[in-house]
């Protein structure tokens, strides 16, 4: 049976995929004490395809890119569930660090990244205020638009 977490992002529409493998020399999550933290995830949705893939300021709008983030913090609560079995046991979203693949000249990456933030609202109220990172590179592994890695507080 879901969890409280999980009845309410069930009733947005969403529900977690299985947990994407690394893709090179590395696992997904670390436990140590009271700290998970989660590898970054791109934004690909449930079959594997990118939500969003690009530049964000050069063919992938704002819009596109908050989508994406979105769906990168989908992928970063399909890994807690994979480590903790229940979201219910994250006591805090700690901290979110967001990555825009953007053009020179992109400056509303924080806006991308508002797509995670407000994900992590809506599924743990509260705890899921969070502090944040929000940086603008070059590339991402598989010309992904976003990528979101997290530090949760868990029991």
Known sequence: MAGTVEQKLAA??????????????????????NLLFVSGQVCADTEGKLIAKGKLGAGVTTEQGYAAAQGCAVNLLA?????????????????????????????DGPKVLNGASDLMVTAFGDKG????????????????????DGVFEVS
């Open 79 to 107: 890994q807690i569930k994979a480590a903790l079995g229940d979201l219910d046991k994250v006591v805090r979203v700690v901290r979110l660090g967001g990555f825009v693949n953007s053009a020179p000249d992109y400056f």
């Open 129 to 148: 205020r969070h502090a944040r990172t929000t940086v603008g590179v070059s590339s991402l592994p598989s010309d992904a638009a976003v990528e979101v």
């Open 12 to 33: 947005q529409g969403i529900t977690l995929p299985e947990p994407r493998a690394a893709m090179a020399n590395y696992v997904g999550f670390v436990r140590t004490g």
